[in-house]
């Protein structure tokens, strides 16, 4: 599956059904304008955190996704504290 985040996100949010998930899935865009690719990844923490009962190959798949997605953004963003503005 050759997907990429904004399509992963797209399935995600038309897909998972958990009422907290969808909730941190809804402030996507107030994350970016926030703290761009960085607060995307650290709201789609999350959002992985609560989608354990979205199950089946597209779930697994789409999840697999996110997760690598997280990973390299995390590992090439410097943290830029709140504190520290």
Do not use: H
Request: glycine fraction near 4%; proline fraction near 1%.
């Amino acid at each position: 599956m050759n997907i990429n985040i904004d399509e992963a996100i797209k399935i995600m949010k038309t897909n998972v059904k958990d009422p907290i998930a969808q909730g941190y899935l809804s402030v996507l865009d107030e994350c970016i304008e926030l703290d761009g690719t960085y607060g995307l990844a650290f709201q789609l923490n999350y959002v992985m955190c609560n989608v354990s009962s979205w199950k089946g190959k597209q779930a697994k798949e789409i999840k697999k996704i996110i997760r690598k997605w997280i990973k390299e953004k995390l590992n090439n963003v410097k943290y830029n504290s709140i504190a520290a503005r």
